[in-house]
């Protein structure tokens, strides 16, 4: 008899997002006649910049004729992105991180859903309340999880992220393993202060812990003393393993491509208490299940980089910081009160009552889609999140739609 992973059958179907769908197509068929604004995707809208695409299209042609073409290339990269990558994210900001480190991958989500499996079933994690969803629910597939109870998973150390803390939750009280953090931080577009992270490493290299931190939207930083990598942190290569995007920078959501770094240096320990490499692990685990991203995609991302590339990056994030600029300030004069959208494209706003309600609230007399808070997490009732990723016309419309109603 073939059964199941049973743990599966503890993970909670996920209806946040189909659940603002269903609300959203009822609202249209009462309203035919309104017109709806989405600013409730974690997605870009914006098309990709143009040095990528000459790279991408170059490519292309390579692949057309015998002397160019490739075929499996090495499942960790190719060497001419991997050196891009170290040189331009992390070298010229003062992490010592060479290309060896660098696994490209087709996803940050992938490669955060992918890592836990390096650990044993018994590990203690701790991940933050409101969370990106996936590093909860691959650790509840894995077993790392007792059932769910009153909006909680059992064994799982939940982080807060409240207005007490400034979203950048504390210390956890009790000793744990493996630790989720993500800065600037999706939901709630919070940053993390090089003090508060170093914290975090003193933690992690105190109770030889390992630090999983997510830094998809480094790009939206603009006050130059956030750490953009947590490798800028003194002793951090030896206790994190870092996840990197071309998603929300580039806009590559649809194109896929992505990277993780595990320094060499970068540790765990069996269960007699001997150090065991990470970075052998991870490359293990890497050529044995996945085979690399395209060469094209490669070569697109790697354009990321050029000259160009880079202002053309720039430029692809301040169009989307000045819709997160308008966003904050029509907010603040509304007298809600805010976190995020300054070095993130993402504004979390506290509603003052239940975050389903405010969300019915900006549908129906707005005809703005958001994202309800509570979706991500105990923590995150009472907020929805507002995101940055549209155009700069359809923003103004929804802010004053906002203002007309809130106002
Ligand atoms: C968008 C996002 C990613 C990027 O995922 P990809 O698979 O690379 O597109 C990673 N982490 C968080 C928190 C995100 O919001």
């Known amino acids: 008899m073939i059964t199941i992973n049973e743990h599966y059958l503890k993970l909670q179907a996920s209806y946040l997002f189909s659940d ?11 309203n035919p006649d309104r017109e709806i604004i989405r600013l409730g995707i974690g997605d870009v809208t914006k098309g990709l910049p143009k040095a990528c695409i000459e790279a991408f299209h170059r490519a292309v042609d390579e692949m057309a004729e015998d002397g160019s073409f490739r075929g499996y290339g090495p499942e960790q990269g190719y060497a001419f992105l991997r050196e891009a990558i170290a040189e331009n994210d992390f070298r010229s900001r003062g992490a010592d991180i060479t290309a060896e480190e660098i696994f490209v991958s087709d996803g940050a989500k992938c490669d955060t859903g992918n890592i836990q499996e390096l650990f044993s079933s018994d590990a203690k994690v701790a991940l933050p309340d409101p969370v990106y969803p996936v590093y909860l629910d ?5 077993g790392r999880t007792k059932e769910f109870e009153g909006g909680r998973y059992g064994g799982i150390v939940y982080l807060d992220s409240t207005k007490e803390n400034n979203f950048v939750p504390d210390l956890p009280s009790e000793q744990v393993d493996l630790i989720y953090l993500c800065f600037p931080n999706n939901p709630t577009g919070s940053t993390i202060s090089k003090a508060q992270l170093k914290q975090w490493v003193e933690y992690a290299r105190d109770n ?3 630090i999983l931190f997510d830094a998809a939207y480094e790009a939206f930083i ?11 942190i003194d002793g951090a290569k030896e206790v994190a393993i870092e996840f990197r995007s071309f998603s929300k920078n580039a806009g ?9 770094v595990v320094p060499k240096e970068c540790r765990a320990y069996d269960s007699q208490g001997n150090r065991q490499d990470l970075h052998f692990l991870w490359n293990r685990r890497h050529c044995t299940k996945f085979n690399g ?6 070569r697109a991302a790697e354009a990321v980089y050029s000259q160009d590339g880079k202002k053309q990056v720039r430029d692809l994030v301040g169009y989307y910081m000045r819709n997160a600029d308008l966003i904050r300030k029509e907010i603040a004069a509304l007298g809600y009160s805010y976190v995020g959208g300054e070095n993130s494209p ?10 389903w309600q405010f969300f019915d609230m900006l549908l129906d007399k707005a005809g703005v ?3 309800p808070g509570a979706g991500f997490g105990k923590c995150g009732q009472g907020y929805i999140r507002i995101s940055a990723f549209n155009s700069y016309e359809n923003v103004q419309k929804a802010m004053e739609r906002i203002r007309a109603v809130l106002g």
Do not use: H
Request: hydrophobic share 35%.
């Open 20 to 30: 603002i769908a269903q609300r959203v197509v009822s609202f249209q068929e009462k």
């Open 138 to 142: 691959t650790n509840v597939m894995a």
């Open 208 to 210: 030889k812990a390992l």
């Open 222 to 232: 603009r006050d130059d003393s956030l750490p953009k990598s947590i490798y800028e």
């Open 252 to 260: 590559f959501t649809g194109t896929r491509c992505a990277y993780t």
């Open 293 to 298: 991203v395209s060469y094209p995609v490669q």
């Open 346 to 355: 993402y504004i979390w706003i506290e509603g003052g009552q239940d975050s």
């Open 369 to 371: 889609v958001c994202t």
